[in-house]
């Protein structure tokens, strides 16, 4: 990371005043339990959410609840935007937001002119997809079974709108961090015509991450261009947008870094934003920026504006505590029903290729309807919620998606009911 970025990163610690009083956790690196498994610690983190508790959720990646301070500050916000109404919109809003850009960057580690916030990754990655203008006639696009169903549409219609072909591929289970980038590699070898390459980091299916940095750069020596969704993996997984190495990127903000529902962000590495073609709603003052290649119309204001509490909160726990004690609580169930006869779990138990999110198959229950009765079963037999996930290759799972306010115990109780599911 160069100079001017670390100075982004430590500007952005000092903006983070603490949301809530706890010791912050020392960095610490992804995987390691120095903190994941300090409960006085977590404790008083889970005191900070306001959630159902007549349940077990582990059903956490639709989107992340926000924490009280962040959710305190996001009703003031409405309740000021709706006061000051459209003098508000026309005399403070653009400074204030161009203030949560700046501290969004300096998080991120990228530089203020390479992102722009949008209402989720959905609509970052549709703007990248949709823009991309490199493709020619005869050419391909390739994308695999666990990327999100949305994004391979788009990619369906990139190619289609190019004249291009279209190279589906099937992630390998079990995968190996090694294997991922051997079958990627033998992929776009198989296949020279790809010049566009979607990847997703964290799969919203099976919970699998992929080392996309590495894949990001060998795709790079064959002049394929990498679109990562990375809507699951910021806040999730501790890392920098240099950790990433994609020129184009789609981040979610009301995941893992626990912002208000309708956020997230575009990045657009300096020097290929001309590949990113502007939306054509875009207004002519934002077509030399980011924000020209998506075009959303009139935000909720006060979930920017809330963006910073955020961060705050997400900065004071800490990325890293953050991370390790996410594949703690999976690990606890995860691990152990691994070696249950009839479960299938769809992630390694190496840390690299895993955060929280892990599915389960029970073995031989492939379709839609059987996860879905496995899935009830847990709720109606042991109060514990997740849910079912399809359009994996090999077949349905069971998706589980622990969030900071769960115990041990949450995860444990899991492990305990699928050992009654398979006896």
Same mark, same amino acid.
């Given at each position: 990371?160069?100079?001017?970025?670390?100075?982004?990163?430590?500007?952005?610690?000092?903006?983070?005043?603490?949301?809530?009083?706890?010791?912050?956790?020392?960095?610490?690196?992804?995987?390691?339990?120095?903190?994941?498994?300090?409960?006085?610690?977590?404790?008083?983190?889970?005191?900070?959410?306001?959630?159902?508790?007549?349940?077990?959720?582990?059903?956490?990646?639709?989107?992340?609840?926000?924490?009280?301070?962040?959710?305190?500050?996001?009703?003031?916000?409405?309740?000021?935007?709706?006061?000051?109404?459209?003098?508000?919109?026309?005399?403070?809003?653009?400074?204030?937001? @161009?203030?949560?850009?700046?501290?969004? /960057? $300096?998080?991120?580690?990228?530089?203020? +002119?390479?992102? &722009?916030?949008?209402? *989720? %990754?959905?609509?970052?990655?549709?703007?990248?997809?949709?823009?991309?203008?490199?493709?020619?006639?005869?050419?391909?696009?390739?994308?695999?079974?666990?990327?999100?169903?949305?994004?391979?549409?788009?990619?369906?219609?990139?190619?289609?709108?190019?004249?291009?072909?279209?190279?589906?591929?099937?992630?390998?289970?079990?995968?190996?961090?090694?294997?991922?980038?051997?079958?990627?590699?033998?992929?776009?070898?198989?296949?020279?015509?790809?010049?566009?390459?979607?990847?997703?980091?964290?799969?919203?299916?099976?919970?699998?991450?992929?080392?996309?940095?590495?894949?990001?750069?060998?795709?790079?020596?064959? @002049?394929?261009?990498?679109?990562?969704? /990375? $809507?699951?993996?910021?806040?999730?997984? +501790?890392?920098? &947008?240099?950790?990433? *190495? %994609?020129?184009?990127?789609?981040?979610?903000?009301?995941?893992?870094?626990?912002?208000?529902?309708?956020?997230?962000?575009?990045?657009?590495?300096?020097?290929?934003?001309?590949?990113?073609?502007?939306?054509?709603?875009?207004?002519?003052?934002?077509?030399?920026?980011?924000?020209?290649?998506?075009?959303?119309?009139?935000?909720?204001?006060?979930?920017?504006?809330?963006?910073?509490?955020?961060?705050?909160?997400?900065?004071?726990?800490?990325?890293?505590?953050?991370?390790?004690?996410?594949?703690?609580?999976?690990?606890?169930?995860?691990?152990?029903?691994?070696?249950?006869?009839?479960?299938?779990?769809?992630?390694?138990?190496?840390?690299?290729?895993? /955060?929280?999110?892990?599915?389960?198959?029970?073995?031989?229950?492939?379709?839609?309807?059987?996860?879905?009765?496995?899935?009830?079963?847990?709720?109606?037999?042991?109060?514990?919620?997740?849910?079912?996930?399809?359009?994996?290759?090999?077949?349905?799972?069971?998706?589980?998606?622990?969030?900071?306010?769960?115990?041990?115990?949450?995860?444990?109780?899991?492990?305990?009911?699928?050992?009654?599911?398979?006896?």
């Amino acid at each position: 990371m160069n100079q001017s970025r670390r100075t982004l990163l430590k500007g952005a610690a000092a903006l983070a005043a603490p949301s809530f009083t706890i010791t912050a956790a020392a960095a610490i690196p992804h995987g390691s339990n120095s903190t994941a498994n300090d409960e006085a610690y977590w404790r008083e983190v889970a005191k900070a959410y306001d959630v159902k508790q007549d349940i077990i959720n582990l059903e956490n990646g639709y989107w992340g609840v926000m924490a009280r301070p962040v959710a305190e500050r996001y009703i003031e916000q409405v309740k000021r935007v709706n006061h000051d109404n459209s003098y508000f919109a026309r005399r403070s809003w653009r400074d204030e937001h @161009n203030a949560v850009i700046a501290q969004l /960057a $300096a998080a991120l580690g990228a530089d203020e +002119d390479e992102i &722009a916030i949008t209402r *989720g %990754a959905t609509e970052a990655l549709k703007g990248l997809i949709a823009g991309y203008n490199k493709l020619e006639p005869g050419q391909a696009v390739m994308y695999a079974d666990l990327d999100y169903p949305e994004m391979i549409a788009m990619m369906d219609w990139r190619a289609a709108k190019s004249s291009c072909d279209v190279v589906r591929v099937t992630i390998p289970e079990p995968s190996t961090h090694d294997g991922l980038i051997a079958f990627y590699k033998k992929a776009l070898t198989d296949n020279p015509s790809v010049k566009l390459l979607l990847l997703t980091h964290i799969s919203n299916r099976t919970g699998l991450a992929i080392p996309v940095k590495e894949i990001v750069a060998m795709a790079r020596t064959k @002049n394929v261009d990498c679109i990562v969704d /990375a $809507a699951h993996s910021w806040g999730q997984m +501790d890392f920098s &947008a240099d950790d990433i *190495g %994609a020129d184009f990127v789609g981040y979610n903000l009301h995941k893992w870094i626990g912002a208000p529902i309708g956020a997230g962000m575009i990045y657009i590495r300096k020097g290929r934003l001309d590949d990113i073609s502007p939306d054509p709603g875009a207004p002519d003052y934002d077509q030399d920026h980011v924000s020209g290649r998506i075009h959303t119309g009139t935000v909720d204001f006060a979930a920017v504006l809330t963006l910073p509490e955020a961060l705050k909160f997400h900065l004071d726990v800490g990325p890293a505590a953050k991370a390790a004690r996410f594949s703690y609580l999976r690990d606890l169930w995860a691990e152990p029903s691994r070696a249950l006869p009839g479960v299938e779990v769809l992630t390694p138990d190496d840390s690299r290729l895993h /955060a929280g999110i892990t599915s389960f198959r029970l073995t031989g229950k492939t379709t839609p309807e059987d996860n879905i009765a496995v899935s009830k079963r847990l709720l109606d037999e042991f109060n514990i919620f997740t849910v079912h996930r399809v359009g994996v290759a090999a077949g349905s799972c069971v998706r589980v998606t622990p969030s900071l306010y769960n115990s041990p115990d949450d995860s444990l109780a899991l492990a305990k009911a699928l050992k009654v599911v398979t006896a």
